[in-house]
């Protein structure tokens, strides 16, 4: 069964730095899409970022390019998202996706294209 847990959300200022650990467990995760999304109270939930497990591949939303990195960690079988320069409107659960299907790249922003989800992690920041 697979199983993606994150972590590493809380309560920051304007302008700090959090990084976010989604573990993934269950299954091997070589040929996997990875992404991450977040929604903020009272609205869709939105595309932040997404990597090939290969790590070949990776995307950003434009709002969170140049602030936010993904990586991910073979060996420990995590994905990370690395925020800096956090703004209040990056305010949002953030969850992890998961996809062992090939995604099509103008599909990698549609939630729909992942199965697996975490139970995502709040992040909160003041201004």
């Known amino acids: 069964q697979v199983q993606l847990g994150e972590s590493g959300g809380g309560l920051v200022q304007a302008g700090d730095s959090l990084r976010l650990s989604c573990a993934a467990s269950g299954r091997s995760f070589s040929n996997s899409a990875m992404s991450w999304f977040r929604q903020a109270p009272g609205k869709e939930r939105e595309f932040v970022a997404s990597?090939?497990?290969?790590?070949?591949?990776?995307y950003y939303a434009d709002s969170v390019k140049g602030r936010f990195t993904i990586s991910r960690d073979s060996a420990k079988n995590t994905v990370y998202l690395q925020m800096n320069s956090l703004k209040p409107e990056d305010t949002a659960v953030y969850s992890c996706?998961?996809?062992?299907?090939?995604?099509?790249?103008?599909?990698?922003?549609?939630?729909?294209?992942?199965?697996?989800w975490g139970q995502g992690t709040q992040v909160t920041v003041s201004s």
């Open positions: 990597i090939t497990w290969s790590g070949g591949n990776i």
């Open positions: 996706a998961a996809s062992f299907l090939p995604v099509p790249t103008s599909l990698i922003y549609r939630h729909f294209s992942y199965k697996y």
